[in-house]
């Protein structure tokens, strides 16, 4: 069995805010399996298990370009919030956004032997990103960007420099770009709920499915009548129908107008979303912990409740 360390029960304690004891007895039956135990939370301890879920694991800025109906979206990363502020690691940030648009580069490594100087290096964006290194002394790497020519209109929306959405659309700009901030703000994983992969329905289902279990379960303890299979499964598909409603763009209640939907909204006005992009600073990955202090107290107090 994968020991379970401090450093594990905390994580899963920033993603969901349950006790601590309760991360570590997931942790335990899953095997040191960070998403199983967060599943398995999910079931237990329903809503309160996502509450801190989209927490940001590390640093760097979001950067767009748009030139008529060709642009990119980009993202890179640093290691502290301090050089996210400087003002080379920006500028190399925001060359890169157009140098993806104009240039059409096929991955990371394609887009660094691209042609570009600055702060006396170069000749390529992956030398000036060498030197700025060193200038500055901290490592930055550029990790993801899609870039957007299919023809359609577009618009960006960057809340600050950690969130950066892109809309592909046809109609009208202003509309477009409310769209792009609300997607900024509510998250959503797909256009409808038909286009919500099925890997996220099967696990809701899973998850709903589970938490009806565990309520029979507690149900038949406590000696009060269980729920039927039929009602079991109609309130399980209802689980799962709220939350594509809630996880798709046009579903969702309208950020500068909850009386109506975003579909609602873009029929009034005359406009057509094709597709949106989000990108959130450092979602997916873990910052390193340097404070060795703090997590020796941590795994004594573990240790401590354990016993």
């Known amino acids: 069995m994968a020991a379970i360390t401090a450093s594990m029960v905390a994580e899963l304690r920033g993603k969901t805010d349950a006790p601590m004891m309760e991360c570590k007895r997931a942790l335990t039956e899953a095997e040191g399996d960070m998403a199983k135990a967060e599943e398995l939370l999910r ?4 809503s309160k298990a996502g509450k801190a879920a989209g927490r940001i694991t590390a640093e760097g800025v979001v950067t767009s370009y748009i030139d008529g109906n060709v642009g990119a979206l980009l993202e890179v990363n640093c290691e502290t919030d301090f050089v996210t502020k400087n003002d080379s690691f920006l500028a190399i940030a925001n060359a890169a956004a157009e140098l993806i648009a104009k240039n059409n580069p096929a991955d990371v490594a394609a887009l660094g032997v691209l042609p570009y100087t600055q702060d006396g290096f170069g000749p390529t964006l992956e030398d000036v990103r060498k030197g700025l290194i060193g200038k500055i002394g901290e490592n930055m790497s550029f ?3 899609k870039r957007f020519a299919a023809g359609d209109k577009l618009a960006a929306y960057l809340h600050g420099t950690r969130i950066g959405v892109v809309v592909e659309f046809d109609g009208d700009e202003t ?5 792009a901030m609300h997607v900024a703000a509510m998250k959503p994983v797909a256009l409808s709920s038909a286009d919500v992969p099925a890997e996220l329905v099967a696990r809701e ?3 709903a499915a589970a938490k009806a279990a565990e309520d029979a379960a507690v149900a038949t303890a406590a000696g009060k009548p269980v729920q039927s299979a039929e009602i079991v499964t109609k309130r399980i598909e209802g689980g799962v129908q709220k939350y594509l409603k809630e996880v798709s763009l046009f579903n969702q209640s309208f950020v500068k107008n909850d009386k109506q ?10 406009t057509t979303v094709k597709g949106f992009t989000l990108y959130v600073v450092g979602e997916g990955i873990e910052k390193k912990v340097d404070d060795f202090a703090a997590e020796v107290a941590a795994q004594v107090a573990a240790a401590k409740q354990a016993s």
């Open 205 to 207: 289902r899973s998850v």
């Open 43 to 46: 079931v237990k301890l329903g």
């Open 261 to 270: 939907t975003v579909e609602q909204m873009l029929k009034a006005a005359g």
């Open 143 to 145: 990790r993801r960007f």
């Open 175 to 179: 509309a477009a770009k409310d769209v």
